[in-house]
């Protein structure tokens, strides 16, 4: 199960923390990926990481703004997004690959999805 979290309201140019929990298995074991879903929009990928092939970023979400990394003590993957833009309203949500376990920007290819946490962004 993933539960995410540390959305809310922001500024323009402001930052968020997300946090991705997982439970009932150590997410170690797969690929964790962050996507993301504005009103009217398709579901796009944001970053994912997993212990084999590190961090990845997706077209849309540049390093110089979105960062994923992860705690494994705490079981749990986060996504800091800073210089917050109205354009990165959206619902955001975690997912796990557990089949190929590896990062995908691919959403059908992910099993395990949590409730996904709201980020809004106010001019």
């Known amino acids: 199960q993933l539960q995410a979290s540390g959305g809310g309201l922001v500024q323009a140019g402001g930052s968020l923390r997300l946090s991705c929990a997982a439970s009932?298995?150590?997410?170690?074991?797969?690929?964790i990926g962050w996507f993301r879903q504005a009103p009217g929009k398709e579901r796009e990928g944001v970053a994912c990481i997993s212990s084999s092939f590190g961090s990845r970023y997706y077209p849309g979400s540049p390093r110089t703004r979105f960062t994923i990394t992860s705690d494994s003590a705490k079981n749990t993957v986060y996504l800091q997004v800073d210089s917050l833009k109205p354009e990165d309203t959206a619902v955001y949500y975690c997912?796990?690959?557990?089949?190929?376990?590896?990062?995908?920007?691919?959403?059908?290819?992910?099993?395990?999805w949590g409730r996904g946490t709201q980020v809004t962004v106010s001019s």
């Open positions: 997912a796990a690959e557990t089949f190929n376990r590896v990062c995908t920007q691919r959403s059908e290819l992910y099993d395990y």
């Open positions: 009932g298995f150590t997410f170690d074991d797969y690929a």
